[in-house]
């Protein structure tokens, strides 16, 4: 039986390639994929639910591309601290971490991301203490349980403390073990078919924790089962030393001999990059997680996500790991990067490249909007499947109520979502299925999700 819904008399933007908007239009679901979008209302359907979207803005679902849904349990710590004092005093408390919290944490995270609009998130899950069981699994579990659309990337860490890295030895795993473990997490969770509810990425945490021999093994490993790659990058000032000292050369420079630049590719963070640096990413299609508020929260540095855009880099936004991004909201990332991209002008001229356009016209309301979506497709490569309102393309969809004290009377809807507070959520579907109505999850119980959460922080604390 097809299950029809309609949306009809909000706002539409559309971001498909040319940016089509409709003032006051109409969408149509059927069977979980989107059969029409376009203005005026919507054409009879026997059987459909229709939805009243006046006074709302209907936006493609938001894609989260940076996340550590573990990290949900550990919000608050090392408040002062910079990337590696955060965390060197982090990795013991995580070093912890059983199955039973995570899957707290996971939960409550990707509740709490659903309520901030995303309907696709990655999760980079580099810490696997010993005998902490199925973390990954529970992750998984969880996805599925609040309904989002969900990329696992299976991390990992083999370059402890006594072999020059950051993290204690007690929380690295063996290249062989990693490597045994990813290939069965996609045994287990990869569905390479359209419309997957769960795809698998590779993805070594980054280079202060990894062997470049992991990284090389990774690489091919992904690209023999046709995945994607994933690793943290060019964060902060400290990483850039740390390869300098160590491989000679700049972080970007370290991965591209690596042979880990690519279409098949996303980055998180891509702070500190020579401007030969933003050509490259360009030129190899290597997409880059752009996370603002964990970047400012961590006094990392602002990236250059305009110039990245310039150069064609697809940029997604991610709200990264909890623990440094204590409010992780997805929709609040959009204004977040509207800010940074046009800060980067008013910080002097050390911060902006030559030729770097900053300041006030750094970066549009619909740019941002377009990172949070398609360009967020992009990064996890399923551009054909989700970002966009268009005809064929999965009912991921995000319907913001824009009529009520916050932004009542801004003429302009894409300006009231992300100049303005973060907004209800009138709707939010998953391939149609609706997971957030009038700002509740509907998936699960949000006090249970809390308590739950509560009694593994309380645990991790102790
Ligand atoms: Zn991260």
Sequence with gaps: MSELLVIEGAAIATVDRVGTEHRCGHLMVRDGRIAAVGPGPAPTME??????????????GLVNTHHHLYQWATRGYAQQATLFEWLTELYPVWARITEPQVAAAAAAGLGWLARSGCTTTTDHHYLFPQGA????????????????????????????RSGGGLPPDEVVEPIDAILDATRYAVERFHDPAPGAMVRVAVAPCSPFSVSAELLTESAALARSLKLRLHTHLAETLDEESYCRERHGCSPVEYLDKLGWLGRDVWLAHAVHLAPAEIARLGATGTGVAHCPSSNARLGA???????????????????????????????????????????????????????????PTALTARQALAMATIGGARCVGRADEIGSLEPGKLADLALWRLDGLGHAGIADPVAALVFGAASPLELLTVGGAVVVERDELRTADEGTLA??????????AA
């Design 133 to 160: 069981g199925d973390l990954l699994g529970s992750t998984v579990h969880a996805a599925g349980r609040i309904g989002l659309r969900f990329h696992p990337c299976r991390g990992s860490m083999d370059l402890g």
């Design 451 to 460: 308590r739950d959460l509560a009694h593994a922080c309380r645990e991790i």
């Design 47 to 60: 059987g459909a639910r229709r939805v009243d979207g006046s006074g709302c803005l209907l936006t493609p």
């Design 301 to 359: 540095g602002t990236a250059p996500s305009r110039a990245l855009l310039d150069v064609g880099a697809p940029v997604g936004l991610g709200v990264d790991g909890a623990a440094s991004q204590e409010a992780g909201r997805l929709v609040e990332e959009m204004r977040q990067a509207m800010y940074a991209a046009r800060q980067r002008g008013a910080v002097g001229a050390l911060a902006r490249r030559p030729g770097e356009v900053a300041g």
